[in-house]
């Protein structure tokens, strides 16, 4: 039996990247290999992310994304213009009756959602 202990992105920049995301999760970057490597653990997460050096990222959509949930009592427009301000860039909202997410892009591009619980 295999588990899944980390979700590792393509970046030019993994001290960058990982820096941003520890920030915004609340987390740490626990593990640094000479700019090549870094591994961010957050306490809500229930696996790590990885960031890999890489020299040509991948362009156009990722094919994996991350999914956040939220608690429905944040105010959402809140939520959008912090992580904006941060240095996010907010892709739409979507959803259904019932259920909404915010599609957003990490500072290299990397698209993640943040909605209501699943």
Known sequence: MVGLSMITMDTAD?????????????????????GWFCIVRAPQLPAAIG????????????????????????D????????????????GRRGEAGFSWDTFADPDGNEFCIGDPH
């Open 14 to 34: 993994p001290r960058a990247l990982a820096g941003w995301w520890a920030e915004r999760l609340g987390g740490e970057i626990v593990h640094e290999a000479d």
């Open 51 to 74: 960031f890999q050096k890489v020299d040509d990222p991948t362009a156009g959509k990722n094919r994996l994304h991350l999914d956040f949930d939220v608690d429905q009592s944040v």
């Open 76 to 91: 959402r427009a809140a939520l959008v213009t912090d992580w904006v301000a941060a240095g996010a860039r907010h892709l």
